[in-house]
């Protein structure tokens, strides 16, 4: 079955460390996302690609880092610039035609050790 | 500035006790609104695209409208197990940023025996 991957389904963080979030796509999309959930706040774009090898800001990009080397992976970085990690965090694709919905996996619960 | 607002934050019902959920927004150039499903712990699921004002989809006990502010997700005769938090989003309007999405907070239905 088609579908978006994630690992792990729950991370830990150690102050000042790195930690990269995985995202595998098999629905053949050019488009895929990361947003951020927190409590009571609606999803927040973190990061967006529409094509391999581009990809653009979203509207909390600062502490975090992506790359978009295959259309089927689209990683994320939570670096130690990022003061506060802890959330769940969602991946998304779409085909990159208008109206297409995107589709989610199930999402990684980040926390600080 | 763009913006989705959902209400109520939260709705308990009772079993066969019909409602509905409002999604008001305020784009320029809407270019599609979005109702998802998302369960504890998991990603959103997609439930509906509408495009255009008076525009109307159904799914088994769910019915969502389109109209020029705002969307609505009628639940006919909910069952327990439509328990789940709904969310709306709408595309920005424009050409570019391509199928960016913007999300409201969400809202919380129970549906009890």
């Known amino acids: 079955d088609g579908g978006i991957t994630q690992s792990p389904k729950y991370l830990f963080r150690k102050e000042g460390q790195n930690v990269t979030l995985s995202c595998e796509q098999n629905?053949?999309?050019?488009?895929m996302y990361w947003y951020r959930q927190d409590p009571g706040q609606g999803l927040r774009l973190i990061y967006y690609?529409?094509?391999?090898?581009?990809?653009q800001k979203g509207d909390i990009a600062e502490g975090y880092s992506v790359s978009r080397e295959k259309k089927e992976s689209f990683p994320l970085t939570v670096t130690s610039a990022q003061k506060n990690p802890t959330a769940f965090y969602l991946c998304?694709?779409?085909?990159?035609?208008?109206?297409?919905?995107?589709?989610f996996g199930d999402g990684t619960r980040l926390s600080i050790l | 500035e763009d913006q989705v607002t959902q209400s109520p934050e939260a709705l308990r019902l009772q079993e066969g006790e019909s409602s509905s959920l409002n999604c008001s927004y305020t784009v320029s150039g809407l270019r599609g609104l979005f109702w998802y499903r998302q369960d504890p712990g998991k990603g959103p699921e997609f439930l509906f695209t509408?495009?255009?004002a008076g525009e109307e989809k159904e799914k088994e006990r769910l019915k969502a409208t389109l109209t020029k502010k705002e969307s609505f997700l009628h639940i006919t005769a909910p069952k327990p197990e439509d328990s789940a938090t709904y969310l709306c989003a709408v595309r920005l309007g424009g050409e570019g940023g391509g199928n960016k999405l913007t999300f409201g907070t969400g809202t919380q239905l129970k549906v009890e025996l």
């Open positions: 998304a694709s779409s085909p990159r035609q208008v109206y297409q919905p995107q589709h």
């Open positions: 629905l053949n999309h050019d488009a």
């Open positions: 690609s529409q094509i391999v090898n581009d990809f």
């Open positions: 509408l495009y255009s």
